[in-house]
T-cell receptor
Framework: EDKVVQSPLSLVVHEGDTVTLNCSYE??????LLWYKQEKKAPTFLFML????IEKKSGRLSSILDKKELFSILNITATQTGDSAVYLC??????????FGTGTRLKVLA | NAGVTQTPKFRVLKTGQSMTLLCAQD?????MYWYRQDPGMGLRLIHY???????AKGEVPDGYNVSRLKKQNFLLGLESAAPSQTSVYFC????????????FGQGTRLTVV
C-alpha cells in the first residue's frame, strides 16, 4: 500500500529560526514528490521534485529529494510568522493519484 | 483566473439527506480529484477522473458517487449523508501526462448532524 509519512507532526519555532521538515514515501511507480503549503484553505503548490539530489529553491524555502532513501526535506531559513501553516507532501504514483502525508503544522512565534 | 471553483463553500446536512458538491475548472485539465481532509488524517482521495466520462475509486470511496459528464466539471454526490462524512472536501485538477502539480479549490466544509 502506498504511503507518505511526514515528521514532525507539529513544530513551534521563533522568528529567524531555520526549520527542516521531513517526508518519507513508499509509492508504487513513483514519478515525483510535491510540497504544498496550506494556511486556512486550499493547499498552494511549493515544489515538485523528480530528480534525486537536485535542490529546488524559492526565496527562503528549499527542498531536495533522495530517491535511493525515499525521502525529501523542506528547509525554511529565517522563518517569519507568515510561514505558519501546515506543510503537506505528496507522492505522485504515476497512476494519476497523489498520495498525501498527514502534514507538519508549523507555528512561528514573533 | 478562476482556476478551480467549488460550490457550495459551507453546508449543513441532516443524517440521511443527499447533496451534490460541484467542482469546476477552467484550465482544460484532464485529471480531476476529490479529497476529504480530517484532523490528523491529511488529504485522502475519495474518487478521481482521468478524463471526461471516466471515474475511478480512491482510498475512501464508500458512501460517495461521482460523475464527470463534462471535462471541466466533476461532481461529488452523497446519497445518504452520515455524521462520519463531516469533513472538509477539496477538489483538485491537474494537467496529467508528465508529472504536474495539482491545483486545489477553496474547499467545502460539510457538517452532517
Amino acid at each position: 500500500e502506498d504511503k507518505v509519512v511526514q515528521s514532525p507532526l507539529s513544530l513551534v519555532v521563533h522568528e529567524g529560526d531555520t526549520v527542516t521538515l521531513n517526508c518519507s514515501y513508499e509509492v508504487t511507480n513513483f514519478r515525483s514528490l510535491l510540497w504544498y503549503k496550506q494556511e486556512k484553505k486550499a493547499p498552494t503548490f511549493l515544489f515538485m521534485l523528480t530528480s534525486s539530489g537536485i535542490e529546488k529553491k524559492s526565496g527562503r524555502l528549499s527542498s531536495i529529494l533522495d530517491k535511493k532513501e525515499l525521502f525529501s526535506i523542506l528547509n525554511i531559513t529565517a522563518t517569519q510568522t507568515g510561514d505558519s501553516a501546515v506543510y503537506l507532501c505528496a507522492g505522485d504514483s504515476g497512476t494519476y493519484k497523489y498520495i498525501f502525508g498527514t502534514g507538519t503544522r508549523l507555528k512561528v512565534l514573533a | 483566473n478562476a482556476g478551480v471553483t467549488q460550490t457550495p463553500k459551507f453546508r449543513v446536512l441532516k443524517t440521511g439527506q443527499s447533496m451534490t458538491l460541484l467542482c469546476a475548472q477552467d484550465m482544460n485539465h484532464e485529471y480531476m480529484y476529490w479529497y476529504r481532509q480530517d484532523p490528523g488524517m491529511g488529504l485522502r482521495l475519495i474518487h478521481y477522473s482521468v478524463g471526461e466520462g471516466t471515474t475511478a475509486k480512491g482510498e475512501v470511496p464508500d458512501g460517495y458517487n461521482v460523475s464527470r459528464l463534462k471535462k471541466q466539471n466533476f461532481l461529488l454526490g452523497l446519497e445518504s449523508a452520515a455524521p462520519s462524512q463531516t469533513s472538509v472536501y477539496f477538489c483538485a485538477s491537474s494537467y496529467g501526462g508528465r508529472s504536474t502539480e495539482a491545483f486545489f479549490g477553496q474547499g467545502t466544509r460539510l457538517t452532517v448532524v
